[in-house]
């Protein structure tokens, strides 16, 4: 009986885990990106589900971004996010279009 509920204390914590850290990064994604790219912001929004996940995991690196975003997004943070838009991606399997409000 003890193990069986130990097991279910886990199973609660291991669930919350996942979850509140899928919202991070997507908190990280809105608080970083959505920064310049929201409604009435000096840049259109954007979001996961608008690109691919490859050309996502290249457009950084690649400098492709028009803004030096180095000032305000840190390499750990760039790569929780990048990792969110891959996983989010056009040709992912849970694509998401509507993290940012257009
Ligand atoms: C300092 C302001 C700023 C921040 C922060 C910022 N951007 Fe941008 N971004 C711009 C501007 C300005 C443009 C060019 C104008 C436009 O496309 O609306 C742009 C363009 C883009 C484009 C090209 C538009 C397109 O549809 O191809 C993408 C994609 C993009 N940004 C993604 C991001 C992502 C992802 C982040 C967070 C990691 C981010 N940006 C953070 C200002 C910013």
Same mark, same amino acid.
């Given at each position: 009986?003890?193990?069986?509920?130990?097991c279910?204390?886990s199973?609660?914590?291991?669930?919350?885990?996942?979850?509140?850290?899928? %919202? $991070?990064? /997507? &908190?990280l994604?809105?608080? @970083?990106?959505?920064?310049?790219?929201?409604?009435?912001?000096?840049a259109?929004?954007?979001?996961? %589900? $608008?690109? /691919? &996940?490859?050309?996502?995991? @290249?457009?950084?690196?690649?400098?492709?971004?028009?803004?030096?975003?180095?000032?305000?997004?840190?390499? $750990?943070e760039? &790569?929780?996010?990048?990792?969110?838009?891959?996983?989010?991606?056009?040709?992912?399997?849970?694509?998401?279009?509507?993290?940012?409000?257009?």
């Amino acid at each position: 009986m003890k193990g069986r509920l130990i097991c279910i204390v886990s199973l609660c914590a291991m669930m919350f885990s996942t979850v509140a850290f899928a %919202a $991070d990064d /997507a &908190g990280l994604f809105l608080q @970083k990106c959505g920064s310049c790219h929201k409604k009435g912001g000096q840049a259109a929004p954007v979001n996961p %589900a $608008d690109k /691919a &996940g490859l050309v996502w995991e @290249k457009y950084f690196t690649r400098d492709r971004h028009p803004v030096d975003l180095s000032v305000s997004i840190n390499e $750990d943070e760039m &790569g929780t996010i990048v990792e969110y838009l891959k996983d989010h991606a056009a040709d992912s399997d849970q694509p998401e279009s509507a993290t940012m409000p257009k």
